[in-house]
T-cell receptor
Framework: SQQGEEDPQALSIQEGENATMNCSYK?????LQWYRQNSGRGLVHLIL?????REKHSGRLRVTLDTSKKSSSLLITASRAADTASYFC???????????????FGTGTQLKVEL | NAGVTQTPKFQVLKTGQSMTLQCAQD?????MYWYRQDPGMGLRLIYY???????DKGEVPNGYNVSRLNKREFSLRLESAAPSQTSVYFC????????????FGPGTRLTVT
């Protein structure tokens, strides 16, 4: 089953408004990442928050992490039409055998920012 | 730098046909990954290669094989395509197995009829 589940599945806002997306996960993690996907394109990394961090900022992005509730939120402030995309959370665990870094993605939130 | 490139961009196969999806990265990354993306399912890991010379199964490996040809290239092969393999396939890479950020290619949209 999916480790991460985003909420809401779809969000439509006006330009200039803030957009908040939530992610819940099931097992303990090393860190949590957020990615953006524009229609028909690959995913682009936005921000990473480690399990011992509670809040992180990057430009207009603010991410919070509550490990006790196994949840994270992504806030985009002063949204723009160019922010229209799907947003995915991804939880990270070490792969015990074989090495490498395994990401488990949620199902995504489709954000539409209207002029 | 081109980053991660994938070929082809689109492909239509008939059931039972085979094909290889190609992926290359020019960032000197050690680790590479293949995912599939289906509507409402997010991305699921098919296979990964933590470093050149190693490959391991991910979450949904059945029906696929991979080859880490060299440090730059990681291919995904469908030996006998099935309609259930209709999906968008993404290749990704990361610096090494301690690096958490992954860089994604533009994807290959595959339809199996």
């Amino acid at each position: 089953s999916q480790q991460g589940e985003e909420d809401p599945q779809a969000l439509s806002i006006q330009e200039g408004e803030n957009a908040t997306m939530n992610c819940s996960y099931k097992t303990s993690i090393n860190n949590l990442q957020w990615y953006r996907q524009n229609s028909g394109r690959g995913l682009v990394h936005l921000i990473l928050i480690r399990s011992n961090e509670r809040e992180k900022h990057s430009g207009r992005l603010r991410v919070t992490l509550d490990t006790s509730k196994k949840s994270s939120s992504l806030l985009i402030t002063a949204s723009r039409a160019a922010d229209t995309a799907s947003y995915f959370c991804a939880t990270d665990r070490y792969i015990l055998t074989g090495g490498g870094n395994k990401l488990t993605f949620g199902t995504g939130t489709q954000l539409k920012v209207e002029l | 730098n081109a980053g991660v490139t994938q070929t082809p961009k689109f492909q239509v196969l008939k059931t039972g046909q085979s094909m290889t999806l190609q992926c290359a990265q020019d960032m000197n990354h050690n680790s590479m990954y293949w995912y599939r993306q289906d509507p409402g399912m997010g991305l699921r890991l098919i296979y990964y290669s933590a470093s050149e010379g190693t490959t391991d199964k991910g979450e949904v490996p059945n029906g696929y094989n991979v080859s880490r040809l060299n440090k730059r290239e990681f291919s995904l092969r469908l030996e006998s395509a099935a309609p259930s393999q209709t999906s968008v396939y993404f290749c990704a890479s990361s610096e090494d197995h301690y690096s958490y950020e992954q860089y994604f290619g533009p994807g290959t949209r595959l339809t199996v009829t």
